[in-house]
């Protein structure tokens, strides 16, 4: 499933952080979005993890979940749309 991870976070240290961590888990589509192939257990645990990395009185941090049905019907313009990573690397 297609998970979007979008933040507002007004420290830049903590904005840097959790990009460089989101990074590791998705794509990043804007400054402050990124899009994260994985399943619901995964986004569980991405939210907990995330959860220790921001202040709640001052961050927002949003997770939609985007059914995989949705994604081939997603529109963008200036990007290429959404697409899951490679199954297999071949290195």
């Known amino acids: 499933m297609l998970v979007l991870v979008v933040y507002d976070i007004p420290d830049d240290r903590r904005r840097q952080k959790l990009a460089t961590f989101l990074e590791g888990h998705g794509r990043r589509v804007q400054f402050s979005v990124f899009e994260c192939f994985i399943s619901l257990s995964e986004m569980k645990i991405l939210h907990d993890k995330v959860k220790r990395k921001v202040k709640p009185a001052e961050d927002n941090v949003r997770f939609y979940w985007i059914a ?17 990573p490679p199954q297999l690397y071949i290195v």
Not at 68 to 84: K, N, Q, Y
């Open 68 to 84: 995989a049905d949705c994604v081939p019907r997603a529109l963008t313009i200036g990007s290429s749309p959404p697409e899951p």
